[in-house]
């Protein structure tokens, strides 16, 4: 569909509307709960701030804006696979669900909360990378809390096995001065260190270095502490946390990202990733949610 007919059919007067920016159809959400941005490029939540608060969500304001690149920054849906690809094989990093188009399947107005339901079924790409039979259904409920869902279903003739992760940049004051509790003495294996397993401090964590780190079997909530506010984030058929921030040494590789915005992030993310990735026999279907509410320190 084309702008006038996206407003047309899903458009809600004076509080969802969509706009084209840089040649990417995005739409903006106004309403008294909370602003939202979401682009249809890999169905991508760039901003969520509810009424009276700050910003949730970090964007880096040197990402690109263009069909073949993933965003940088808001809440990017790493499908069917997490970092590269598994055996050397080709493909995009976090799988090709962040950089195609999706589709809008439903948009409406619910006391104060906009739900928005986004689709992703097999392209060009996934084809070419053999993903065929499935189908993605992606929903937010955008309002003084984040509710997401992602189910993916396989139509296909035979297992369907995946993995992913809602790779969710939150922006905070100064990462070295913000905690994330919920995960201490879990296990998690460090990709900054040769994938070595170690354990978590029996204390919320705090920051000290550039950080990749992979929490297996884990299905905790974890609040971030970012001064005088809390981020909550629950969840659900999620088997894995990942906690990463570049820090300098990685930034100064990533051309999307300026060297100095890393204490201004941290990425918690719900995701089911390696041991914890999923398999779906033909005709079955799994949907992890994510839940995020802000409160007070």
């Not at 106004?30 to 979401?38: F, G, I, L, R």
């Not at 700050?54 to 993933?70: C, G, H, M, T, Y």
């Not at 900054?192 to 705090?206: C, M």
């Not at 909530?221 to 984030?233: A, C, H, L, V």
């Amino acid at each position: 569909m084309n702008l006038t007919e996206l407003n047309d059919h899903f458009g809600l007067s004076g509080v969802l509307t969509f706009e084209d920016h840089n040649g990417l159809t995005r739409l903006q959400v106004k309403t008294p709960a909370c602003t939202a941005t979401v682009y249809l490029h890999g169905a991508h939540l760039t901003h969520w701030q509810p009424t009276g608060a700050q910003p949730v969500l970090f964007l880096s304001d040197r990402s690109d804006f263009a069909p073949d690149k993933a965003i940088r920054g808001g809440i990017p849906v790493c499908f069917p696979w997490f970092g590269p690809r598994a055996g050397g094989k080709p493909g995009p990093s976090h799988g090709f669900a962040r950089i195609q188009p999706w589709e809008v399947a439903f948009a409406a107005l619910s006391g104060e909360n906009v739900h928005l339901t986004l689709t992703l079924g097999p392209t060009a790409l996934s084809r070419s990378l053999g993903f065929d039979g499935f189908r993605v259904a992606y929903e937010m409920v955008l309002g003084k809390k984040l509710t997401l869902r992602l189910t993916v279903a396989n139509y296909g003739e035979g297992m369907l096995k995946y993995e992913e992760a809602l790779h969710t940049y939150f922006s905070i004051g100064e990462v070295r001065r913000t905690t994330i509790a919920g995960l201490e003495s879990a296990l998690f294996v460090d990709k900054t260190d040769g994938l070595k397993e170690k354990e978590t401090p029996p204390e919320a964590l705090i920051l000290s270095g550039q950080t990749d780190r992979v929490f297996p079997e884990n299905v905790s909530s974890t609040t971030i502490g970012d001064g005088p506010r809390t981020i909550t984030i629950n969840k659900s058929n999620s088997a894995t946390t990942v906690v990463w921030n570049p820090w300098t040494e990685g930034s100064v590789t990533l051309k999307d990202l300026r060297p100095d915005a890393w204490p201004g992030f941290v990425c918690v993310e719900t995701a089911n990733t390696g041991e914890d990735a999923i398999t779906l026999a033909p005709n079955d279907a799994h949907t992890m949610q994510a839940e995020i509410t802000l409160g007070k320190a």
